[in-house]
């Protein structure tokens, strides 16, 4: 596996983790807030998605 992968992997678990625990925090102290939470949880799945399309292009692009 390519180290740009590797470091991908990880940033995007740590990403994914501190967004969730943001949606959870939010669903637990507010009160009827549940539409807020949702921002965070698209968040955590579409910034990783887009971080490894552009770097998947990028290193695609470099290595030709």
């Known amino acids: 596996m390519a180290l740009w992968k590797r470091f991908w992997l990880l940033l995007s678990a740590i990403w994914a983790l501190v967004c969730l625990l943001n949606a959870f925090t939010i669903l637990a ?29 990028y290193f695609r692009l470099r290595s030709r």
Do not use: H
């Not at 807020?36 to 770097?55: D, I, S």
């Open 29 to 57: 102290f507010s009160e009827g807030e549940g539409a807020k939470a949702l921002q965070p949880v698209v968040l955590a799945l579409a910034v990783p998605a887009l971080a490894y399309a552009a770097l998947w292009a």
